[in-house]
Every structure is written in structure tokens, then in C-alpha cells.
T-cell receptor, first 112, second 111 residues
Framework: EAGVTQFPSHSVIEKGQTVTLRCDPISGHDNLYWYRRVMGKEIKFLLH????????ESGMPNNRFLAERTGGTYSTLKVQPAELEDSGVYFC??????????FGNGTRLTVT | AQRVTQPEKLLSVFKGAPVELKCNYSYSGSPELFWYVQYSRQRLQLLLR??SRESIKGFTADLNKGETSFHLKKPFAQEEDSAMYYCALSGWGGSNYKLTFGKGTLLTVNP
């Protein structure tokens, strides 16, 4: 089966610009998650979708981050406007109910 | 608050030597514990989970509730085991999506 795919793999933007990250989960996985690893820190949970609904967005850092999952398929994570501290690797993962998470390769975001 | 501590940022061993990657956790309740691995240029993937009680690629991990530990062990390390290893926990049952990760340990197995 095709794995979780994320696009782009790398993104370099200037402070104040907007960036949109995309995640395509494994087909049939209703659960989709976003995680982030900021340099030197742990991988941290951002939010969880079940189909198109946000189940838990307690990890979203602030209102500059907006995640959507229209139609319950792929998801986007938009950062607007980006700040220096947003730099890091953004991971997407998907799963079936009560099953282990399958992670994507991540998107490395650099804000200069 | 739940927390996962991996005290070693780097661990270097020789091929054939035993390896133990340490993981301690704090959690009020019954957690579910996992080990994830990320090989060079590959995605993060599940190595094992404590409820499965299985050995994957020769690795085992036992949950010690008294010591709140979930150390990962392998009796004879191989060069292909070189990777970044993350210990993680979640709440028991259906909330296993919200993983709390440790900072990771980079294991290098030298020939």
C-alpha cells in the first residue's frame, strides 16, 4: 500500500509569508494527525482529525496555524504569517481506529 | 503532566555488543508505551508496543511500572540498527493517537 505522503519535503520562506503543507493519508484511514519537531525539542502533537472533523486541536500553538481536511481525505496545514520559531519538521500520520500510527516523511520548514 | 525522558542523546556500541536504550516516563494512570525508529532518510515507524509483548528485529522492551521505565534492549547489535530511536507514550485505549515523545536517542553501531 502507498504510505502517508507529505508535500513539500522542504520549504524555505521568509518571516511573515504564508506556507501550506499537505498530507495525503493512507487510503481508508479515517484518523489523521499532525505533529511537529522543533529543533532540539521533542516531537509534539498538534491536532487530530477523524474524517473531516477536528477531534482534538489542543496542540496547535496559536491562531497562525490552520488545519483543514476537506472531504475527509487529504489535509493541509497553513501557517500565516510564519514566524522564525515555526521552523521545524512537520509530520503527518494516519491510522485506522485503535491501530498504530503510520507517519509520513515530514516537511522541513525553515523560516528566515 | 505526562513526560517521556530518554537520558542519552547519543549511544555508540560495537557490532555484536548488547545495547540498551533507556526510557523513563511519568503518567498518572495506565499508559501505553511505544518505541518508534527512524532510519536514515526513512520515515518514522513503529518498532514495538508494550501490549504486543513481541520481539521485533531482535529488540524487546519490558514495561516496568514500579520504575516507570520501558527500556529497549537487544543482545547483539547489528550495523543496520543504527538509527534514531524514540520512546513514546499515550493514554490507554482509544486515545493512542496523542503520543508524547521523548527527545530521542541516536544509536550508532560501529563495525
Amino acid at each position: 500500500e502507498a504510505g502517508v505522503t507529505q508535500f513539500p519535503s522542504h520549504s524555505v520562506i521568509e518571516k511573515g509569508q504564508t506556507v501550506t503543507l499537505r498530507c495525503d493519508p493512507i487510503s481508508g484511514h479515517d484518523n489523521l494527525y499532525w505533529y511537529r519537531r522543533v529543533m532540539g525539542k521533542e516531537i509534539k502533537f498538534l491536532l487530530h482529525f477523524v474524517k473531516e472533523s477536528k477531534q482534538d486541536e489542543s496542540g496547535m500553538p496559536n491562531n497562525r496555524f490552520l488545519a483543514e481536511r476537506t472531504g475527509g481525505t487529504y489535509s493541509t496545514l497553513k501557517v500565516q504569517p510564519a514566524e522564525l520559531e515555526d521552523s521545524g519538521v512537520y509530520f503527518c500520520a494516519s491510522s485506522q481506529i485503535n491501530s498504530p500510527l503510520h507517519f509520513g516523511n515530514g516537511t522541513r520548514l525553515t523560516v528566515t | 503532566a505526562q513526560r517521556v525522558t530518554q537520558p542519552e542523546k547519543l549511544l555508540s556500541v560495537f557490532k555484536g555488543a548488547p545495547v540498551e536504550l533507556k526510557c523513563n516516563y511519568s503518567y498518572s494512570g495506565s499508559p501505553e508505551l511505544f518505541w518508534y525508529v527512524q532510519y536514515s532518510r526513512q520515515r518514522l515507524q513503529l518498532l514495538l508496543r508494550h501490549i504486543s509483548r513481541e520481539s521485533i528485529k531482535g529488540f524487546t522492551a519490558d514495561l516496568n511500572k514500579g520504575e516507570t521505565s520501558f527500556h529497549l534492549k537487544k543482545p547483539f547489535a547489528q550495523e543496520e540498527d543504527s538509527a534514531m530511536y524514540y520512546c513514546a507514550l499515550s493514554g490507554w485505549g482509544g486515545s493512542n493517537y496523542k503520543l508524547t515523545f521523548g527527545k530521542g536517542t541516536l544509536l550508532t553501531v560501529n563495525p
